[in-house]
T-cell receptor, first 114, second 109 residues
Framework: DAGVTQSPTHLIKTRGQQVTLRCSPISGHKSVSWYQQVLGQGPQFIFQYYEKEERGRGNFPDRFSARQFPNYSSELNVNALLLGDSALYLC?????????????FGNGTRLTVT | GQQVMQIPQYQHVQEGEDFTTYCNSS?????IQWYKQRPGGHPVFLIQ?????EVKKQKRLTFQFGEAKKNSSLHITATQTTDVGTYFC?????????FGTGTRLTVIP
């Protein structure tokens, strides 16, 4: 079975631009979570979606938004990019809600904001 | 949300030495998960602990959940160079999962 796939793998944007990151979960997984990982730090929770509904949101500004589609794939959108948004964005899927189901991570999208 | 602290932040060991990382929470945890992230890689799930005082083993790795469900530990016996990476514990509620600060392990051959 294919693992979690994310696209693109790398992205370079300038300040003020908008970006959309995509994630396809493992087949059969209904939950997708998004994390931001700055170099040298642990993953920071952004969103969790389960059955196409937002179930949890971390401490991120409204510039960050996401959605989950009927096929359980997901998109993360970031508007008005700041230099501080440069990070590895990780998507993880799980069968159920994340606190009780192991997360399976994709390889991430490396976003650089210049 | 719930936050967990891990100690130490960094650990350098000679290959063959043992290694332990500790995870501490100020609140009772419903369960705890452990992940390993190799340099340049993504976090990979290792194990989930649910019961008070639970101990689980995976080959050279031993995981413990405290009696009060406020702390956990990961112990690696006789480290190998393949153990290099950052080890994270997690905490969460119904709709989120927060990663701890992590312990970065370096194994010197």
């Amino acid at each position: 079975d294919a693992g979690v796939t994310q696209s693109p793998t790398h992205l370079i944007k300038t300040r003020g631009q908008q970006v959309t990151l995509r994630c396809s979960p493992i087949s059969g997984h209904k939950s997708v979570s998004w994390y931001q990982q700055v170099l040298g730090q642990g993953p920071q929770f952004i969103f969790q979606y389960y059955e196409k509904e937002e179930r949890g949101r971390g401490n991120f500004p409204d510039r960050f938004s996401a959605r989950q589609f009927p096929n359980y794939s997901s998109e993360l959108n970031v508007n008005a990019l700041l230099l501080g948004d440069s990070a590895l964005y990780l998507c993880a899927s799980s069968r159920g809600v994340s606190y009780n189901s192991p997360l399976h991570f994709g390889n991430g999208t490396r976003l650089t904001v210049t | 949300g719930q936050q967990v602290m891990q100690i130490p932040q960094y650990q350098h060991v000679q290959e063959g030495e043992d290694f332990t990382t500790y995870c501490n929470s100020s609140t009772t945890l419903s369960n705890i998960q452990w992940y390993k992230q190799r340099p340049g890689g993504h976090p990979v799930f290792l194990i989930q602990l649910v019961k008070s005082g639970e101990v689980k083993k995976q080959k050279r790795l031993t995981f413990q959940f405290g009696e009060a469900k406020k702390n956990s530990s990961l112990h690696i016996t006789a480290t190998q160079t393949t153990d290099v990476g950052t080890y994270f514990c997690t905490s969460g509620g119904a709709n989120n999962l927060f990663f701890g600060t992590g312990t970065r392990l370096t194994v010197i051959p």
